[in-house]
């Protein structure tokens, strides 16, 4: 069993629709990122949280420490924003700990 | 300026080759890392540096080693190269070790084993 669960693994979604892809964990952390895998294969970090609520633009991040879940909020998404999103999370030891992988389609 | 830059893009090669993949950050940043993404896109950490020093060694075959020069610097030395190694690399840095920070990514270096 993965340490990091993600769903769903794919999302269709059409434009403008808000969508939410969701992140649970196991293991106590001190850190969970997220991360946006572009089609072309690059990896870029959108956000490192370990409370609270981020908010970048149209991305939002929450994560609750006790349930030990994160989601990822997309708010009027766009067709720019397909992409595999994965969540990522450190435990208090020395290791990176990654989910599958959310594949999302924005359908113009 | 590209932040994290990792050469080559592409690699092919043979079984049984020994091969290098090479990787430089110019943000200053004190800890570097490789990951391993199978053809099932599930990255996964090899080893991460910090100040030259070793500080993650994933159970990963010792036909992989990583070779930092200096802490702008971790190469990847892949020896003996197995059709299993197919997979894409990435190298990533990030300010400090504690994970508490983003990390950067390079491209990524897509190597097939023929």
């Known amino acids: 069993k993965n340490e990091v669960e993600q769903s769903p693994q794919n999302l269709t979604a059409q434009e403008g629709e808000f969508i939410t892809i969701n992140c649970s964990y196991s293991v106590g952390i001190s850190a969970l990122h997220w991360l946006q895998q572009h089609p072309g294969g690059g990896i870029v970090s959108l956000f490192m949280l370990s409370s609270g609520k981020k908010k970048h633009g149209r991305l939002i991040a929450t994560i609750n420490i006790q349930e030990k879940h994160s989601s990822l909020h997309i708010t009027a998404s766009h067709p720019r924003d397909s992409a595999v999103y994965i969540c990522?999370?450190?435990?208090?030891?020395?290791?990176?700990?990654f989910g599958t992988g959310t594949s999302l389609t924005v359908i113009p | 300026d590209t932040a994290v830059s990792q050469t080559p893009k592409y690699l092919v090669t043979q079984m049984g080759n020994d091969k290098s993949i090479k990787c430089e950050q110019n943000l200053g940043h004190d800890t570097m890392y490789w990951y391993k993404q199978d053809s099932k896109k599930f990255l996964k950490i090899m080893f991460s540096y910090n100040n030259k020093e070793l500080i993650i060694n994933e159970t990963v075959p010792n036909r992989f080693s990583p070779k930092s020069p200096d802490k702008a610097h971790l190469n990847l030395h892949i020896n003996s190269l197995e059709l299993g190694d197919s997979a894409v690399y990435f190298c990533?840095?990030?300010?400090?070790?504690?994970?508490?920070?983003?990390?950067?990514f390079g491209d990524g270096t897509r190597l097939s084993i023929l």
């Open positions: 990533a840095s990030s300010q400090d070790v504690t994970g508490g920070q983003p990390q950067h």
């Open positions: 990522a999370v450190r435990p208090t030891g020395n290791q990176f700990y």
